[in-house]
Structure formats: structure tokens, C-alpha cells
């Protein structure tokens, strides 16, 4: 039996004219989850990831904290889902930038709407694939993981892709699955134990390397 670990990119730029990059906290987060994994002696047969920037960003900060220099195998299958296209495909009009709390909670209003839309086939937002398409492009990453590895592997991804995985393993509704989404935190884990047959769920959106006083304002969810 192997262990999968899924994490969630460290804080990227919300609000920000490029959101693909993380932040400078987005930045200590992956770098302090590697050091985690370092102290705790984890190793992994495997690594894949997405191909957005923020990806490969969490994996250079997890690989320099915990001393790895593994070449991640990078999976399109695990790239986020377009959130400014979901949402224009039900309210085209321009949004303010969300700077305020109202505007925030609006934004995400307007986005868990689109999603249930789009997960449920009555909108096809532009640029974006099929909702069935998205979920086998992540259900091809974890079959990948089962048919070839049998220790530790790590997956970088976002937090769609990861709520889908769960949504996946424990058959979630597509409501469940976007409230999954909307809770996973940044640089989360997710741990599934896995066989050749199959993922269970061993743990979900934990933050064991920031389990400590001076890192309380270090969670974030954007």
C-alpha cells in the first residue's frame, strides 16, 4: 500500500492582474511544508504536478525546504479550472476588483454558482473543457499513480482539482465536492492511502507544518 499526498499551492496572487504566482507568504508556506517533510524523513518515489506557475513555484519551495531534487512529472490533467471563465459565464458583466470583504464574498457567491452550473452541464464556460473532462483528466493522474507506484507520492495541484479527487473517492455530489473546494486552505495536505484497486481517504486539508503560534497567520484560502 503507498500514500499519496495531495497539496494545494501556497497563496497566489488574488485580486492581482497575473493570479498565477505566489505571493511572498505563498512563497514561505511551500518552503516551510518542505521543511516539515524533511524533519519527519519523508521521501517520495514520485512527484507530479500541474503546469501552471504556481505549481511549479510550491514544488521549488517544498524541494529546497526538505532538500529534494526530484524532476516532477507535470500532469496538464491537474490545472485548475478557469475561475474568471466560470464566472463570466453567468454574470458577463466586468467585476469590481474584489478589495473589499463584500466584494470578496460576492466574488465567491458568483463562483460557486458557475461551478454548480458547469458540473451540472447547463453552462460551458469559455475556453474550459467539459466537467466530465476535467474530472478524467484527474482521475487520470491518480489511476497513473496507482498502475506505477507503490511508496510515497506527492501531487502539487489546486484546490479544484484536489476537492474533485476527494469528491471522486468518497462520491460527493457536485454540491459537496464545490464546498470541499471552497475549504482546502493553502499548501493543505490531503493524504490517500492507495493500492493498485484503489484510493481511500486517510486525511483532508491539514496543516501539520503550521501547527504552531507564530504561523497562525499564515493560513490563508485564496
Do not use: C
Not at 495531495?6 to 507568504?25: I, M, P
Not at 511549479?56 to 512529472?73: D, K, R
Amino acid at each position: 500500500m503507498g500514500t499519496l499526498y495531495l497539496v494545494r499551492h501556497g497563496q497566489a496572487s488574488f485580486g492581482a492582474a497575473d493570479y498565477d504566482n505566489l505571493s511572498a507568504l505563498g512563497q514561505r508556506q511551500s518552503l516551510r511544508l518542505g521543511e516539515y517533510f524533511g524533519a519527519k524523513g519523508l521521501q517520495f518515489d514520485a512527484v507530479l504536478t500541474g503546469t501552471l506557475k504556481r505549481h511549479a513555484q510550491t514544488w521549488a519551495g517544498i524541494a529546497q525546504g526538505a532538500g529534494l531534487s526530484l524532476e516532477p512529472l507535470q500532469w496538464p490533467g491537474l490545472n485548475e479550472y478557469d475561475s474568471e471563465a466560470v464566472i463570466k459565464a453567468i454574470h458577463p458583466m466586468p467585476l469590481a476588483k474584489p478589495d473589499t470583504p463584500e466584494l470578496y464574498r460576492h466574488h465567491f457567491r458568483l463562483l460557486r454558482d458557475g461551478l454548480t452550473q458547469w458540473m451540472n452541464g447547463v453552462v460551458s464556460p469559455q475556453g474550459m473543457p467539459s466537467y466530465d473532462d476535467f474530472v478524467h483528466g484527474i482521475n487520470s493522474a491518480l489511476e497513473h499513480v496507482r498502475k506505477h507506484h507503490t511508496g510515497n507520492v506527492l501531487i502539487v495541484s489546486s484546490g479544484g482539482p484536489i476537492a474533485t479527487a476527494v469528491g471522486h473517492v468518497l462520491g460527493t455530489s457536485p454540491e459537496t465536492t464545490i464546498e470541499l473546494n471552497m475549504r482546502i486552505r493553502n499548501s493543505a495536505v490531503t493524504e490517500f492511502a492507495f493500492t493498485p484497486k484503489r484510493h481511500t481517504l486517510m486525511t483532508y486539508n491539514t496543516l501539520p507544518h503550521l501547527d504552531a503560534p507564530e504561523y497562525a497567520d499564515w493560513v490563508t484560502f485564496a
